[in-house]
């Protein structure tokens, strides 16, 4: 089976002196699968996320995702790398408020260059999709939480990404919205979508994912599937 | 709870004070650095413009001036009568007697200077006359000369020797310092032996002293003290006096063209200091309010956190006005020392009121633009403080980014076109400086370009490649000897000498001139006349209205001569040379400024009696002008006449120093303005710094996010441009004007019409520039900043 995610001995350490705030960990993900990251505060988990969105470098090992190595890409290779290849979702949605829900979905399909037409028209099957289409000219700010969450995601999915990674996706929900992006990510994985989730709530990660991993001080206190988790 | 108050006193204010002048470091430094150049530039335009008032006047008071400078027969009025009119009824101080003597000093290549009035004091100062030595020392012995600073340049400076006459054993006099004298009493010093020894027939020995009187305000008075003078000292002793009335006029007549351009840069200058000041401080309190929600939250009080915003702000702003006050007087030194060479005054230091009142009206300025938005933070609830701070306000340029959306643009540039509009005042504040910068600019690039043209406008007859003199040198450094009314002009035969050049090989062109004193029916005594003979088209002045002189009967006038006949193109007026009046009609105003514009220039052939004394000449291409001027010399010189070779004209002094002051204070305002979109957009940058961090995080790459934060000031800087070259057009279009009326002239079109389509179009580049290079660095920074850090921002 083909590997999402390939961490091959990754550490990240955010001062030289201390114990690493992650790994040394390997562990690889499959095209496909739906891993959940679960754990205590500062057991690693936004650090992992971060590895593997290229939003940080590690300190030690390699991190390989979607083929590519991308530790050793440039800024402006990672940029590139993250918008082709890999879809966000942050705890606290993370839109831009001075622009529409249909101009933030089309933002990372037009920074590739795609054309605007094409983009709008990638928006809008999204949109219908999520159900969020009547709100395609409104502002975030008038949106619920589950409907930005919604439109957080559509945006993540634009580019049709390898991988979505997803930080705390109901963190910041009441329990219906939470309810509602729950499904939704279980629809995805059930389209084939690779997805890593990091959690707090094992609920979630037990409806959405198909693997479960437990850090604890940035190490792998657990790996299992669906079926063991149970 | 009564803890809780004591914990908020001084102590708990400071800390919050000094940790969030330490946190936002980036923030703090641009303060101070915008603040420095902006109170620097304010000290400097507020010096220039307290130069321009009155300099002579200040300079006359600070060297207790001389109101009459008196020149004795040394043989009809003894050192001891003299000293005793320095006890005359109304006299208040007195200097002198001092021997004084004209020389007519050569250079080392053999050229003539002016003649130099040399005046014998041990001493440069007294109670009369107190002389400011600006370069080298005071003249100790012979062989040692002090020359007035008027004259100074790369060549006449302390260690410059010249010989005192063209005579072969005239002996050398070393210049050993540069002085100036309001009052003009010299133009230059030597020891009282000195001036004795070089004393010729020629230019005898005469006494001089200086009088300060009570009474010397008006014309009148001054004529009472020299009569007073003449009857204490016996008949005929007194051989002339000067009044300090002519020399303030003079003064002032020079000084006056360069202070519409000097208060143009001051105004300039002041206004862009509190614009800036003003938006740097606002805009950084403005960014804090989620700081101040949270400081309400733990329980400030709105007037705890109104005194630690206002605090936060004038700390870096108090450095930086410190460090202004310091870098404006080290900027307006230079530019002082040029203004007094322009103005020909002493001393011009920055006024101690100027260093008192800029930093206080500073310190008022950041105390206002602080305190507005930190009253505005204090009475915010507290929730909604915090909010305010997390979360841009909703509504506020989503039209803009809707619009910019559609432009056929790479998106990071359609989202930077269209941040400006969600910070109103913030972006007006930043056009206002963009537009500031580009006034400047172009103002400066057409007045450098007028102050060219005026260059080359000056002298046409010295754009002649070689002149010939029939007759003996004159005293002004080979030029043409001015004949007094009723003289004689040169014995050498001047066709003699215009068939030598008309027969000389490598001759292309040549014109006569001829110089003299006339009297003009209206004017009362004596006008310059130049006469030419021949096509004179080479050497005619700029036209600012009518044409050159084609023929006998015509003269061309400049603009003070029109004013002062009130006459106009078309109209005559009656000439007299010597005994011969001619009826002239005015058939040109030519931009003319020598001899305070009173002087007339005709055809040769209007007066029968005028002969050339000059004649100046063209060579054909690849003719040596100096091998040409050898040979023509050789036949010309036993005639009696002289052939030189003119060197290429330089431009006047004073062109020269308006020139530099231009560029160096549009460097400033530019830097200024540069400052002043720096701070915005750091402002803007942290403020979006989350919002950055999202686009980052979505794929925005690091050169597509510089490109979003310079689009961001680039709509600004277009729109700057487009407003300020058209104003920096139209004030130079209303400054030169009245500039040139300052010095008695209006202006030709070369000189009014210096920008080209091309270079407005370049001008309004610059205010895209001055956006673009203040955006650069917090772009950079934008780019750089590591996504998960800025995600985690608030």
Not at chain 2, 741 to 768: C, F, K, N, R, W
């Amino acid at each position: 089976m083909t590997q999402v995610i390939q961490l091959d001995g990754v550490a990240k350490r955010y001062d030289s002196a201390d114990a690493p705030a992650l790994g040394p960990l390997d562990l690889s993900v499959a095209q496909g699968e739906a891993l959940a990251v679960t754990g205590p505060s500062g057991s690693g988990k936004s650090t992992l996320l971060n590895l593997v969105a290229g939003l940080d470098k590690p300190t030690e090992g390699a991190v390989t995702v979607a083929g590519r190595r991308i530790d050793q890409l440039s800024e402006h290779a990672l940029a590139r790398f993250r918008r082709e290849r890999i879809g966000m979702v942050f705890q606290f949605f993370n839109l831009l408020d001075d622009l529409t829900v249909a101009d933030n979905i089309q933002l990372p399909a037009q920074l590739t260059g795609t054309a605007r037409r094409k983009a709008a028209t990638r928006a809008g099957e999204l949109m219908e999709v999520l159900g969020i289409q009547k709100h395609a000219r409104a502002y975030p700010g008038r949106l619920s939480g589950g409907e930005r969450q919604r439109v957080a995601v559509a945006r993540a999915l634009v580019n049709r990404p390898a991988l979505l990674l997803a930080d705390e996706p109901t963190g910041a929900l009441d329990t219906a919205s939470g309810q509602d992006v729950r499904e939704l990510l279980v629809d995805l994985h059930r389209g084939g979508q690779t997805i890593v989730l990091v959690t707090h709530d094992l609920a979630l990660a037990e409806a959405c994912a198909s693997r479960t991993i437990h850090l604890v001080d940035g190490h792998l206190a657990l790996d299992a599937h669906a079926e063991a988790v149970r | 709870m009564s803890r809780l108050t004591i914990g908020f006193g001084s102590g708990a204010l400071g800390r919050v004070v000094r940790s969030g002048v330490g946190r936002r470091r980036v923030q703090t430094v641009v303060i101070a650095v915008a603040v420095m150049m902006a109170v620097a530039s304010a000290v400097v335009a507020g010096s220039l413009m307290v130069a321009t008032n009155a300099p002579f006047d200040h300079a006359f008071a600070k060297q207790h001036g001389a109101h009459i400078t008196a020149q004795f027969d040394p043989a009809k009025a003894s050192t001891a009568q003299l000293k005793d009119t320095g006890q005359l009824d109304g006299v208040t101080a007195s200097a002198g007697p001092f021997p004084s003597t004209t020389i007519h000093p050569t250079g080392p290549g053999g050229g003539h200077f002016p003649a130099l009035t040399l005046v014998g004091r041990s001493d440069p100062h007294g109670g009369v006359d107190d002389l400011d030595l600006k370069s080298g020392r005071w003249a100790a012995k012979p062989g040692e000369i002090v020359v007035s600073a008027s004259f100074a340049g790369p060549d006449i400076k302390p260690g410059f020797t010249m010989q005192t006459s063209d005579a072969v054993d005239s002996p050398p006099l070393t210049v050993v310092g540069l002085a100036v004298s309001a009052s003009k009493t010299a133009d230059a010093w030597a020891t009282p032996g000195q001036v004795r020894a070089l004393a010729s027939e020629d230019g005898p020995v005469t006494s001089q002293m200086l009088y300060r009187f009570d009474s010397a305000g008006t014309k009148e008075q001054i004529t009472g003290n020299r009569k007073k003078l003449a009857a204490a000292v016996p008949a005929e002793a007194l051989l002339g006096t000067e009044s300090w009335l002519d020399t303030k006029r003079a003064a002032d007549q020079g000084a006056a063209p360069t202070i519409p351009f000097l208060i143009a840069f001051g105004v300039l200058g002041i206004v862009m200091s509190v614009i800036i000041v003003g938006s740097v401080v606002s805009g950084a309190v403005g960014t804090s309010l989620r700081r101040i929600g949270i400081l309400k939250a733990i329980g400030f009080t709105p007037r705890e956190v109104v005194r630690a915003y206002v605090a936060q702000a004038l700390i870096p702003a108090g450095v930086g006005i410190a460090l202004g006050v310091v870098l404006g007087n080290l900027l307006a030194v230079p530019l002082l020392e040029d203004t007094e060479q322009v103005y020909g005054s002493a001393s011009l230091t920055v006024a101690w009121w100027v260093d008192v009142l800029v930093p206080a009206v500073a310190l008022l300025v950041v105390g206002i633009a602080a305190l507005v938005p930190a009253l505005r933070a204090g009475r915010l609830r507290t929730v909604e403080a915090i909010a305010v701070g997390r979360a841009p306000r909703t509504g506020r340029g989503q039209w803009a980014h809707r619009a910019a959306g559609r432009l056929p643009l790479p998106r990071s540039v359609t989202y930077g076109l269209a941040s400006p509009f969600a910070h109103p005042v913030r972006t007006t504040a930043m056009l206002l400086a963009v537009a500031f910068g580009t006034v400047a600019a172009t103002f400066a690039v057409g007045l450098t370009s007028s102050l060219n043209a005026v260059g080359k406008a000056q002298d046409p007859e010295d754009r002649a490649a070689v002149t010939a003199i029939s007759g003996v040198p004159g005293d002004e450094g080979g030029g043409p000897r001015r004949v007094e009314v009723g003289q004689s002009p040169p014995s050498t035969d001047p066709a003699k000498v215009r068939a030598a050049i008309e027969a000389q090989p490598g001759t292309a062109s040549y014109y006569g001139m001829f110089q003299a004193d006339v009297t003009v029916a209206g004017i009362s005594g004596s006008v310059e006349a130049t006469f030419y003979q021949g096509d004179s088209r080479p050497g005619s002045y700029e036209m600012i209205s009518g044409h050159w002189i084609t023929g006998a009967g015509q003269v061309v006038v400049p603009t003070a001569f029109l004013e002062r006949t009130g006459t106009k193109i078309g109209d005559t007026v009656r000439v007299t040379l010597g005994k011969d009046t001619q009826t002239l009609r005015i058939v040109g105003e030519a931009f003319d400024g020598s001899n305070d514009g009173l002087s007339v220039r005709a055809d040769i052939a209007s007066f029968a009696a005028a002969q050339p004394q000059v004649f100046q000449i063209e060579v054909e291409p690849g003719v040596s002008p100096a091998e040409y001027a050898q040979k023509l010399a050789a036949v010309v010189k036993p005639l009696g006449g002289d052939v030189m070779v003119n060197s290429p004209s330089e431009q006047e002094n004073m062109i020269l120093i308006l020139n530099a002051m231009a560029v160096l204070l549009t460097l400033m305002l530019v830097s200024v303005a540069g400052l002043g979109v720096l701070n915005s957009v750091v402002l803007d940058t942290r403020e979006r710094v989350h919002d950055l961090g999202v686009c980052k995080a979505l794929g925005m790459s690091p050169r597509q996010t510089v490109s979003l934060v310079l689009a961001s000031v680039a709509g600004i800087g277009v729109l700057g441009g487009l407003v300020g070259v058209p104003v920096g057009f139209a004030l130079h279009g209303f400054v030169l004007p009245v500039m040139g009326h300052a010095a008695g002239t209006d202006l030709p079109p070369s000189v009014l019409e210096v920008y080209e389509t091309p270079q407005l179009v370049l001008l309004g580049l610059a205010g895209i520039a001055i956006a673009l290079l203040g955006a650069l660095l917090p772009a950079g920074w934008a780019a750089r900043t590591r996504t998960a850090t800025a995600l985690r921002t608030e």
